[in-house]
């Protein structure tokens, strides 16, 4: 891809936050007693360049933990309905997202976007704009470049920014809502020859052959694997909370009086719960398949039907773990089986 | 489907309740605004997601026809919360319905052959809605047989319907009912279904079965269907896995890489043994 590539001096890079500031929202990664997240600033200075990764992704952008459906009022003459205002949502440009997380929004994009489309995501999307950090860091857990991803991926970005030596940025721009914010702050983004962005990123080994992986998977499906790598799974669902690409939801009613709204939450295929039938019977009726359904939905599933995985390896998962489930380890592991010749 | 909020269902009037068993219940539903109930339309074997205020929704297929306009049917049994919320509705209360979603059952590849419906308990509402589109294009089908099972002779859901199909000279219906089931009235069978279709033993040349039943009860019909020579590309079923959405993104009634919803709920016997067994 040819991106064009601009140059954002250091003393500029305020004035860019600052101006962005003056028309719409603005988040970005912020520390809070100690870890970061994505939040809402007022000020540029508020802005942490000193992380890794936040705590959360940047799903909750285009994918809130709660998103209002629609919404009612009961009375003695019925119900009245109110369709959700879709102008109510808010312009907003997120900085510092992490091009992992950047690749989430991407990815998840691609399930919302499925016919029939998702107006309400839709809308969220197109009013975000993604400004991403490249990484010159990572750590034991990131594995972005087993999966075809990268510490300078600009899937789902609209700009990237990459520090140069002299703490300087490189502006890589990528799509035309990128190109708008260049194009309306002309005092800040200046020409640049010669662009050698991958100096600056940081090197991250590839793990495991990603070729091989959906094919591998596909063929566990009635192997034991999945049993042994979830044997210490508790069913907490901490994983799906914190992945930038579970997408996964329920629908519930949430009342208040005679007022109410039909709400999409989050959910996660770890819970036994998830596929519960009211009869009693449950299709994945142990944590193994529901491991595996966790495994296969994002490396096998997604890609046969999605065209997209439904990981980028941003590790968050094996941090969350509270029995240290390792995702990065368990792929490596899955990449490893022999092929399974099935009988026909 | 709304197009500009796929979430948004229509707005219902129940104009009919019928009490088919202990705990179940057959709404008739009509379109609120007449217009939205002009422009729908679906096939038999597409479902919804019925809703009460404030409560939620549930999933179940359309019961009724598509060969009958203007009305669309639901068959329930009280179990949880939406379910419960929905049995406490009166005729005349407003509910909220999406839909229809899924595929369908091909009925108009089925001319000209035998037919051969195969219910167990809850499940023949979906089965009751292609019995019936078949019924009201007779003439375009020949033989057509219905085995229906239930654990008691009270729940058998359907009953008057059940007694018109037996009345039919048309119609071959065997009723059977668990042992212990039975009452001193009963003059249909005693046994499971499987093994009352195994001693009836319908031809399968020229045949399409059609089976909709709890999980256990699918399991043991398809041998006996093999066994009597029904070819796996002939036998039809409706899978009924739990659902949130009912267009592929909550995630959750996939079978393998198969979802009920979208490329569901119809299958055929051939399809699901490519399949995992995660039903």
């Known amino acids: 891809m040819n991106h064009q590539f601009k140059l954002l001096r250091k003393e500029s890079y305020s004035g860019l936050i600052g101006n962005l500031l003056k028309s719409q929202q603005v988040y970005g990664p912020v520390k809070q007693e100690g870890y970061t997240y994505y939040k809402r600033i007022s000020y540029p200075d508020e802005i942490t360049e000193d992380y890794i990764i936040p705590q959360m992704s940047a799903k909750s952008f285009v994918f809130p933990k709660i998103e209002k459906l629609f919404s009612?009022?009961?009375?003695?003459?019925?119900?009245?309905?109110?369709?959700?205002?879709?102008?109510?949502?808010?312009?907003?440009?997120?900085?510092?997202?992490?091009?992992?997380?950047?690749?989430?929004?991407?990815?998840?994009?691609?399930?919302?976007?499925?016919e029939p489309e998702d107006s309400i995501f839709k809308k969220r999307r197109e009013q975000t704009t993604i400004i991403s950090f490249a990484c010159s860091s990572a750590d034991d857990y990131c594995f972005c470049t087993s999966l075809g991803g990268g510490p300078g991926n600009t899937a789902g970005s609209d700009i990237q920014l990459i520090k140069t030596g002299t703490n300087d940025y490189l502006a890589e721009i990528i799509t035309p809502k990128g190109a708008e914010i260049v194009s309306s702050n002309p005092g800040l983004f200046e020409d640049v020859d010669s662009v050698e962005k991958e100096k600056y990123l940081v090197r991250l080994p590839v793990c495991f052959d990603d070729s091989e992986l959906e094919d591998k998977?596909?063929?566990?499906?009635?192997?034991?694997?999945?049993?042994?790598?979830?044997m210490k799974c508790v069913g907490c669902g901490a994983c799906a909370f914190i992945c930038p690409v579970c997408g996964c939801f329920d629908i519930q009613d949430e009342t208040k009086g005679s007022m109410g709204q039909r709400v999409r939450i989050w959910d996660s295929c770890g819970l036994r719960q998830f596929t519960l039938h009211t009869s009693g019977h449950n299709p994945r009726d142990t944590q193994g398949a529901r491991y595996r359904q966790r495994l296969m939905h994002k490396f096998s599933y997604m890609p046969d039907r999605l065209g997209v995985k439904g990981c980028v390896g941003c590790g968050r998962c094996s941090r969350a773990c509270p029995v240290e489930i390792n995702i990065h380890e368990n792929l490596q592991q899955i990449t490893k089986l022999v092929k399974i010749h099935k009988h026909e | 489907m709304n197009k500009n909020n796929i979430y948004l269902p229509y707005q219902m009037k129940i104009s009919k309740i019928t009490q088919e068993a202990p705990g179940v219940k057959t709404f008739r539903l009509e379109f609120l605004n007449s217009?939205?109930?002009?422009?729908?339309?679906?096939?038999?074997?597409?479902?919804?997601?019925?809703?009460?205020?404030?409560?939620?929704?549930?999933?179940?297929?359309?019961?009724s026809p598509h060969t009958r306009k203007g009305y669309i049917e639901c068959t329930f049994r009280q179990v949880g919360?939406?379910?419960?919320?929905?049995?406490?509705?009166?005729?005349?209360?407003?509910?909220?319905?999406?839909?229809?979603?899924?595929?369908?059952?091909?009925?108009?590849?089925?001319?000209?052959?035998?037919?051969?419906?195969?219910?167990?308990?809850i499940a023949l509402p979906p089965m009751r809605s292609v019995i019936w589109s078949c019924l009201d294009t007779r003439n375009h089908f020949k033989d057509i047989t219905v085995f229906y099972g239930a654990r008691t002779v009270n729940d058998l859901v359907y009953k008057q319907e059940l007694e018109e199909w037996g009345n039919r000279s048309d119609v071959n219906l065997h009723l059977t009912v668990d042992p212990g089931g039975e009452t001193p009235e009963w003059k249909g069978e005693v046994g499971f279904v499987p093994s009352v279709v195994e001693n009836v033993a319908p031809s399968s040349i020229d045949a399409i079965v059609i089976v909709c039943g709890p999980p256990v009860m699918i399991k043991n019909t398809f041998p006996v269907l093999k066994k009597l020579g029904f070819e796996d590309k002939n036998i039809y079923t409706t899978l009924e896995n739990r659902m949130k959405c009912g267009?592929?993104?909550?995630?959750?009634?996939?079978?393998?890489?198969?979802?009920?919803?979208?490329?569901g709920p119809v299958f055929t016997a051939e399809q699901l043994a490519d399949m995992p067994g995660e039903y």
Do not use: M
């Open chain 1, 72 to 114: 009612f009022v009961k009375s003695k003459d019925g119900v009245r309905v109110e369709d959700k205002n879709l102008d109510t949502i808010p312009k907003k440009v997120i900085f510092g997202v992490r091009p992992c997380d950047a690749t989430g929004i991407h990815n998840l994009s691609a399930i919302f976007l499925w």
């Open chain 1, 217 to 230: 998977i596909t063929d566990a499906f009635d192997t034991a694997i999945f049993d042994d790598l979830s």
């Open chain 2, 35 to 63: 217009g939205e109930g002009e422009l729908f339309s679906f096939k038999t074997g597409q479902f919804g997601e019925y809703s009460v205020y404030g409560e939620g929704e549930s999933t179940f297929c359309i019961a």
């Open chain 2, 81 to 121: 919360r939406v379910t419960t919320a929905l049995a406490n509705q009166e005729e005349g209360a407003v509910i909220g319905f999406r839909g229809p979603y899924g595929n369908v059952f091909p009925i108009d590849d089925w001319k000209g052959k035998d037919l051969i419906f195969i219910a167990g308990g």
């Open chain 2, 247 to 263: 267009f592929g993104k909550c995630g959750r009634c996939n079978v393998g890489k198969t979802f009920v919803c979208k490329d």
